[in-house]
């Protein structure tokens, strides 16, 4: 149970460094309106997003519980590795 809390702590800090990195990213230093962030500022890439996020959710799903292990939320911890991995080759 211990272990959950850590990777929830772990979690929880990584989703906030992320909120703030785009939240800074998003900024509009010019305009007084709230700045515009991720598909609401770059609508045109709402199919792409759109088609790879339904291909990795199936694939996830699909392939996550095949997998023995004691790890109870193994789609959850695919799906970090996985933004891991392509916050750093992208």
Do not use: C, W
């Not at 007084?32 to 694939?59: N, Q, T, W």
């Amino acid at each position: 149970m211990a272990d959950l809390a850590v990777r929830a702590e772990m979690i929880r800090k990584m989703a906030a460094k992320e909120i703030a990195r785009h939240t800074k990213q998003a900024e509009t230093p010019m305009s007084g309106d709230p700045p515009l962030m991720g598909l609401k500022r770059y609508p045109e890439f709402s199919l792409l997003v759109d088609k790879i996020v339904h291909a990795v959710v199936i694939e996830i799903n699909a392939e996550a519980r095949k997998i023995k292990s004691e790890m109870p939320y193994k789609a959850q911890f695919v799906l970090e590795e996985v933004i891991r991995e392509l916050q750093e080759r992208v």
